[in-house]
Structure formats: structure tokens, C-alpha cells
């Protein structure tokens, strides 16, 4: 099951619009998402569950609490444990990103 929490577009000065988007995922026991890789951001954190993480070749536990952040370059996948997976994405351009960091740092 997936669904949007927000979706944020930052207004005023910033050369364009940056989108953020939040989205919930639950995954039951076996399930997950299939290797990819994208072209923005994203940092995930895992809600309640468990499961492996598997990111460019390496396999990686997930655990209640644990926040994974990805580069677009990483090639991704999942499988969710026996209790199942939910997991809270945040995905967003780099380059909007770096744009609103350089305005709140100045």
C-alpha cells in the first residue's frame, strides 16, 4: 500500500519550485520494492518492521527507527521481514536541494 503524506513546494525568492515529496509504504512479509535506481533523492525511515536493504551490491538490515538516505546513482531493492515493512520516503530533486540550502545558509 502506498500513499502521499504531503507534498510541499517551497514559494518566495527560490529561483524555482522545489518539490518534496513524503509517501508512505507498507510492505507485508516477502514484499518490497524491485531493484532501481532514479533520478532525485531520497531518505527514507523506517516506521515499524523489518526487512534487508539491498544498495549498490551490498545487503544492508532494516530495523525499527533506522533512516536510509540515497544518492539518485544508488541502485536500490528491499524485502520486508516477517513483520512486515512500513517506511516514510521523502524524495526530492538534488538541485533544488542545493538551491534551498544555499538560501537558508545566507
Not at 4 to 13: C, F, K, N, Q, S
Not at 27 to 46: I, M
Not at 51 to 78: F, I, K, Y
Request: aromatic content about 8%.
Amino acid at each position: 500500500m502506498t500513499f502521499p503524506l504531503l507534498r510541499i513546494r517551497w514559494r518566495g525568492d527560490h529561483p524555482h519550485d522545489a518539490p518534496l515529496l513524503l509517501v508512505c509504504h507498507t510492505y507485508r512479509p516477502g514484499g518490497g520494492w524491485g531493484l532501481h535506481r532514479h533520478d532525485f533523492s531520497e531518505v527514507f525511515w523506517v516506521e515499524s518492521g523489518d526487512g534487508v536493504h539491498g544498495v549498490n551490491g551490498d545487503a544492508h538490515a532494516l530495523r525499527e527507527g533506522d533512516v536510509v538516505c540515497l544518492r539518485p546513482a544508488d541502485l536500490h531493492t528491499s524485502c520486508a521481514g516477517r513483520d512486515g515493512l512500513t517506511v516514510v520516503n521523502a524524495s526530492f530533486m538534488p538541485a533544488d536541494v542545493a538551491a534551498l540550502a544555499r538560501r537558508i545558509s545566507t
